[in-house]
Nanobody, 121 residues
Protein backbone atom coordinates (compact mmCIF):
# COMPACT_ATOMS: atom_id res chain seq x y z
CA UNK A 1 0.00 0.00 0.00
CA UNK A 2 1.31 3.42 -0.95
CA UNK A 3 0.68 6.63 0.92
CA UNK A 4 1.72 10.26 0.59
CA UNK A 5 2.49 12.35 3.64
CA UNK A 6 2.55 16.13 3.30
CA UNK A 7 4.10 18.69 5.60
CA UNK A 8 4.99 22.37 5.67
CA UNK A 9 1.67 24.16 5.61
CA UNK A 10 0.77 26.93 8.01
CA UNK A 11 -0.04 30.58 8.48
CA UNK A 12 2.09 33.23 6.79
CA UNK A 13 1.75 36.92 6.03
CA UNK A 14 1.37 38.17 2.49
CA UNK A 15 4.76 38.39 0.81
CA UNK A 16 6.14 35.56 2.89
CA UNK A 17 7.33 32.09 1.94
CA UNK A 18 6.54 28.48 2.75
CA UNK A 19 7.96 25.16 1.59
CA UNK A 20 5.72 22.14 1.26
CA UNK A 21 7.05 18.58 1.22
CA UNK A 22 5.37 15.35 0.21
CA UNK A 23 6.96 11.95 0.72
CA UNK A 24 5.69 8.72 -0.79
CA UNK A 25 6.12 5.49 1.15
CA UNK A 26 5.12 1.87 0.87
CA UNK A 27 5.38 -0.54 -2.04
CA UNK A 28 6.87 1.61 -4.81
CA UNK A 29 8.47 0.31 -8.01
CA UNK A 30 8.58 3.60 -9.89
CA UNK A 31 7.19 7.08 -9.39
CA UNK A 32 6.22 8.92 -12.54
CA UNK A 33 4.70 12.40 -12.43
CA UNK A 34 4.24 14.19 -9.12
CA UNK A 35 2.42 17.39 -8.43
CA UNK A 36 0.61 19.82 -6.22
CA UNK A 37 -3.02 20.84 -6.41
CA UNK A 38 -5.03 23.18 -4.22
CA UNK A 39 -8.62 23.75 -3.23
CA UNK A 40 -9.84 27.01 -1.79
CA UNK A 41 -13.12 27.21 0.15
CA UNK A 42 -16.07 27.03 -2.21
CA UNK A 43 -13.89 26.35 -5.24
CA UNK A 44 -12.87 23.32 -7.27
CA UNK A 45 -9.49 21.68 -6.87
CA UNK A 46 -6.99 23.14 -9.31
CA UNK A 47 -3.53 22.28 -10.55
CA UNK A 48 -0.69 24.30 -9.04
CA UNK A 49 2.41 22.61 -10.45
CA UNK A 50 3.51 19.23 -11.76
CA UNK A 51 6.88 17.66 -12.43
CA UNK A 52 7.74 14.62 -14.51
CA UNK A 53 10.17 11.89 -13.57
CA UNK A 54 12.87 13.62 -15.63
CA UNK A 55 12.20 17.07 -14.19
CA UNK A 56 9.93 18.68 -16.76
CA UNK A 57 7.69 21.16 -14.97
CA UNK A 58 4.39 22.87 -15.61
CA UNK A 59 2.78 25.64 -13.55
CA UNK A 60 -0.56 27.34 -13.26
CA UNK A 61 -0.36 30.88 -14.64
CA UNK A 62 -1.32 32.26 -11.23
CA UNK A 63 1.85 30.92 -9.57
CA UNK A 64 4.43 31.23 -12.35
CA UNK A 65 7.49 33.12 -11.15
CA UNK A 66 6.53 32.69 -7.48
CA UNK A 67 6.35 28.93 -6.90
CA UNK A 68 8.96 26.30 -7.72
CA UNK A 69 8.33 22.57 -7.81
CA UNK A 70 11.18 20.09 -7.42
CA UNK A 71 11.66 16.45 -6.52
CA UNK A 72 14.16 14.06 -4.98
CA UNK A 73 13.67 10.80 -6.85
CA UNK A 74 15.79 8.75 -4.45
CA UNK A 75 13.48 9.83 -1.62
CA UNK A 76 10.22 9.67 -3.63
CA UNK A 77 9.64 13.21 -2.41
CA UNK A 78 8.26 16.31 -4.11
CA UNK A 79 8.60 19.87 -2.86
CA UNK A 80 6.83 23.14 -3.49
CA UNK A 81 8.69 26.33 -2.66
CA UNK A 82 6.17 29.15 -2.42
CA UNK A 83 7.44 32.73 -2.42
CA UNK A 84 5.68 36.10 -2.55
CA UNK A 85 2.55 34.51 -1.18
CA UNK A 86 -0.77 36.27 -1.65
CA UNK A 87 -4.05 35.96 0.28
CA UNK A 88 -5.56 34.30 -2.80
CA UNK A 89 -3.06 31.46 -2.39
CA UNK A 90 -4.95 30.40 0.74
CA UNK A 91 -6.16 26.84 0.23
CA UNK A 92 -5.68 23.22 1.18
CA UNK A 93 -2.74 21.95 -0.85
CA UNK A 94 -2.78 18.33 -1.98
CA UNK A 95 0.09 16.25 -3.24
CA UNK A 96 -0.44 13.75 -6.06
CA UNK A 97 1.83 11.03 -7.41
CA UNK A 98 1.54 8.56 -10.26
CA UNK A 99 3.02 5.37 -8.83
CA UNK A 100 3.64 1.86 -10.10
CA UNK A 101 3.78 -0.60 -7.20
CA UNK A 102 5.48 -3.39 -9.13
CA UNK A 103 6.88 -4.14 -12.58
CA UNK A 104 3.60 -5.65 -13.75
CA UNK A 105 1.12 -3.40 -11.97
CA UNK A 106 -0.76 -0.50 -13.45
CA UNK A 107 -0.21 3.17 -12.68
CA UNK A 108 -1.92 4.36 -9.52
CA UNK A 109 -2.90 7.97 -8.83
CA UNK A 110 -2.30 8.56 -5.14
CA UNK A 111 -3.38 11.65 -3.18
CA UNK A 112 -2.10 13.02 0.09
CA UNK A 113 -4.37 14.11 2.92
CA UNK A 114 -3.82 17.81 2.26
CA UNK A 115 -2.09 20.58 4.17
CA UNK A 116 -3.62 23.98 4.88
CA UNK A 117 -1.87 27.13 3.73
CA UNK A 118 -3.29 30.40 5.04
CA UNK A 119 -1.95 33.73 3.81
CA UNK A 120 -3.01 36.76 5.81
CA UNK A 121 -3.19 40.25 4.32
Amino acid sequence: QVQLVESGGGLVQAGGSLRLSCAASGSIFTTNGMGWYRQAPGKQRELVAVISSVGTTNYADSVKGRFTISRANAKNTVYLQMNSLKPEDTAVYYCNAQIRASYSSGLLSIWGQGTLVTVSS
